[in-house]
């Protein structure tokens, strides 16, 4: 059984594709696809869709069923220079798709274009028996359909938290169990940053060849002033944007700042990651002093230290790819140790024993600080449940779209 929280919090890959992707490719004869709104370049729709129909494709090679995916959305507006025009994805999709043999699509249109929920859901439907209906999974969450959450690495990308839900007693393929989250290291920092230059570069490009009444200037990480750089163009984005209404324009120069903003936040994290790793170092060294102080009187205290003792080196050694799970780790153990030693505190009173008690609790503190720094790179979380509790969830999910679908949209698309 498996309820995950995701976070999106990197542009470098998307969990919410992951698990739409699971969706889409687990047991199942309908898949339900609720979602607020398309909205963005029509580049970038063109590849998500691509993207999508890909894995409707590779479901099709294993699959021996149909599948029915319905797409219930509203505001429909041709008008706009971004529309968000769900029948045009639909077309795309429906046309993307090499076999077309097993796959059939809807568009359902909520009365009144009022509609902004995000929901997915797998089931096998029994039309003939409800009662009988399977349910799969499903994805609940602020995440659109759109292609700045669909697509890895997209310049624009949104923060975005999902609840993806799978009842593990139906899926038979362990690989659409659980969304393995990417590498949460220090090192992301780096990657981060990179990507960001090289996309906001991108954009300048374009906004250079498009806008004769600009020259903006190239990021150069190697220059020692590129956050001087960068602060130079964040106000002058900030002063397009403030007079300036072209939306393709609008989208380019508010996608830079974002990634600006993301550029700076990212240095911040890795100053302060190094930095409680320089903390937690003093500690350390002062609880190896006074460990060695009782190591011939207390061997078994030492012993059971020891374990700590070599986790933490490791660690260190490998500081620039240690993760959030990492340090849990080592603070679970530590107040472990801590809670054994204190017992054993109680009777004993000598000098030794108190000093370690003393540099156990700051050693502990100092790992609890590097464990909450590096929370920033976690993006799932796994939130335990049985399967009853999960099965009553999908088929409460599946009720309530099942009614918005029924009795507040109308048909507008079937291919």
């Keep these: 059984m498996s309820i995950q929280f995701l ?51 590779n479901r099709n090679l294993r699959a021996t069923s149909s599948l029915t995916i319905v797409i219930v959305g509203g505001e429909t507006d ?36 009022n509609w902004h929920g995000k929901v997915a859901i797998k089931i096998e439907e029994n039309t003939s028996d409800f009662s009988k209906n399977k349910y799969y999974g499903a994805l609940v969450g602020s995440s659109n359909l759109t292609p700045i959450n669909i697509l890895d690495g997209q310049f624009g990308w949104n923060k975005e938290t999902d609840l993806y839900i799978v009842d593990g007693n139906l ?60 602060e130079k163009l964040k106000n002058i984005c900030k002063e397009y944007l403030s007079s300036n209404k072209n939306e393709e324009s609008q989208y380019l120069f508010s996608s830079i700042l974002q990634s600006i903003g993301d550029i700076i936040n990212l240095n911040r994290i890795n100053s302060e990651i190094h930095k409680s790793f320089e903390d937690l170092r003093h500690p350390g060294n002062d609880l190896y002093q006074k460990a060695n102080n009782f190591k011939k009187a207390y061997p078994e205290i030492y012993n059971r230290y020891e374990d700590i003792l070599n986790i933490t080196k490791e660690l260190f050694k490998k500081k620039e790819t240690c993760t959030f799970d990492d340090f849990d780790g080592l603070y679970s153990q530590t107040k472990e140790f801590q809670k054994y030693f204190n ?43 049985d399967g009853a509790y999960i099965e009553s969830i999908l088929k409460g999910i599946h009720i309530e779209i099942q009614d918005i679908i029924d009795n507040f949209t109308i048909e507008k698309l079937s291919l």
């Design 7 to 57: 976070l999106r919090k990197y542009m470098k890959e998307s969990l919410y594709r992951k698990a739409l992707s699971n969706l889409v490719n687990m047991e199942g004869n309908v898949l339900i696809l609720s979602t607020g709104y398309i909205h963005n370049s029509k580049s970038a729709n063109s590849r998500a869709i691509t993207e999508f129909a890909k894995e409707i494709d």
């Design 78 to 113: 041709t008008k706009s220079s971004y529309p968000n025009n769900f029948i045009d994805f639909c077309n795309e999709l429906y046309k993307n798709i090499k076999d077309k043999s097993k796959i059939k699509i809807i568009f359902k249109r909520v009365l009144g274009d």
């Design 171 to 230: 899926i038979k393929d362990s690989k659409l169990n659980k969304i393995k989250e990417l590498e949460c290291s220090v090192k992301i920092c780096d990657q981060e940053i990179i990507s960001n230059i090289k996309k906001i570069n991108i954009s300048i490009k374009t906004i250079n060849t498009q806008i004769k009444t600009i020259e903006l200037v190239n990021i150069d990480r190697d220059n020692e002033a590129y956050l001087e750089q960068l």
């Design 343 to 385: 017992n054993l505190r109680q009777s004993n009173k000598e000098l030794i024993i108190v000093e370690f008690s003393e540099s156990l609790d700051l050693f502990k503190d100092a790992v609890n600080t590097t464990r909450k720094n590096l929370l920033i790179f976690k993006t799932a979380y796994d939130l335990k449940t």
